[in-house]
């Protein structure tokens, strides 16, 4: 019998079907995320302005909430963008970032955030030449950070890996015979040492740097920070395999400690200039989010040749994007 002759590929969700939704709600919440990020905006303001509790927000921006149409446009009034920024399905190469960054340069500083300015990743340097990741273990920092930092041409700088060689000790060890605190005071020092030296680099953070305040202050001074996420699940799954830290937990523990640690965590990663949900993602998916990301903070008059070879250096790049963690 000959075979139906059938043009749309089995494997490619169709428009309406249940994984085509579910991407959709994904990108929709992605938008969210990402807006309120780069606004500085936490979770409860944004609550406060859209009159959207923070539960309901927090499952939009996961992808599981699906709005109505009059809540995303509350949601979207209170971070200075139009329903159809968040809700539309073109590429976001096209919409995402470049026009939440068009829209809040022209909000008074009033409108834009409580907290902070919108800030932009400068390739000539300083200020902002460094890029820092931040987020819990797992998250993807140091597979992203080197790969990032290849894509862009960059060196990628692995923050513990540093600690180490100042201090003649894996991080362990610097842990269990020193303690956290000295540790916190080594990464200090060192990261104090990448930003005074060290230009333009992509900087991969431990998961506890955001616990001391001076250190905080110090990144957001000399990097742009973007903030590496994935759920719970998916990141114990991702940690699993790593050494057991003494401040990651282990053992039947360690489930109970990542979540401690996310709650606890949450609203100082939620500082960063930028943040990523890698969620159900490839690396590559990943990745492409964040140069889409690092693109829509360059200063305008870089963008479009920046663009150009970054997608270039990436294509070229594609073979090798793995790294040691
Ligand atoms: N979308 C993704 N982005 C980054 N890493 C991912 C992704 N999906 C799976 N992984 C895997 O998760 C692990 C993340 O580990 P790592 O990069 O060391 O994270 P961190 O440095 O934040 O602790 C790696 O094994 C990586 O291959
Ligand atoms: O919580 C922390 O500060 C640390 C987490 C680990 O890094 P990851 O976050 O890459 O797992 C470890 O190597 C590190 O440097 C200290
Ligand atoms: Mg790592």
Redesign the pocket.
């Known amino acids: 019998m000959r075979k139906q002759e059938n043009n749309l590929q089995p494997s490619e969700p169709r428009r309406g079907d249940a994984r085509e939704n579910e991407a959709y709600l994904r990108l929709v919440g992605e938008r969210v995320r990402n807006l309120r990020a780069q606004l500085g905006m936490a979770r409860k303001a944004l609550s406060q302005a859209s009159g959207v509790s923070e539960r309901y927000l927090a499952e939009l921006e996961r992808g599981t909430g699906n709005a109505s149409l009059l809540v995303l446009r509350n949601i979207a009034s209170a971070l200075g963008a139009r329903i159809e920024d968040l809700a539309s399905e073109q590429d976001d190469q096209a919409v995402d970032t470049s026009l939440g960054f068009d829209q809040l340069e022209q909000l008074s500083p009033s409108d834009a955030s409580p907290q902070k300015p919108v800030r932009r990743w400068n390739t000539n340097g300083t200020p902002l030449g460094r890029i820092a990741l931040v987020?819990?273990?797992?998250?993807g920092?140091?597979t992203l950070g080197h790969a990032l930092a290849k894509a862009i041409g960059v060196p990628c700088i692995?923050?513990?890996r540093e600690?180490e060689r100042a201090s003649g000790m894996e991080?362990a060890d610097v842990?269990a015979v020193h303690g956290e605190a000295v540790?916190?005071r080594l990464?200090r020092n060192c990261l104090a040492t990448v930003v005074e030296t060290v230009p333009r680099a992509v900087i991969?953070?431990?998961?506890?740097?955001v616990?001391e305040p001076e250190t905080m202050d110090l990144m957001f001074s000399g990097c742009f920070v973007i903030w590496i996420t994935a759920s719970s699940n998916e990141l114990f799954a991702r940690?699993r395999g790593?050494a057991a830290?003494p401040?990651?937990g282990s053992g039947r523990h360690a489930k109970a400690v990542l979540e401690a640690?996310l709650a606890e965590r949450e609203p100082l990663y939620a500082r960063a200039d930028a943040v990523i949900d890698t969620t159900g993602k490839s690396v590559d998916e990943a990745l492409n989010e964040l140069l889409r990301i690092v693109q829509a903070a360059q200063p305008r008059e870089n963008a479009t040749q920046a663009r150009s070879t970054t997608l270039d250096r990436l294509k070229e790049d594609r073979r090798d994007i793995e790294c040691a963690?």
């Open positions: 987020g819990l273990r797992g998250a920092k140091t692995a923050l513990d600690i991080v842990l540790y916190r990464e991969k953070t431990g998961g506890g740097i616990l940690a790593s830290l401040i990651n640690a963690s």
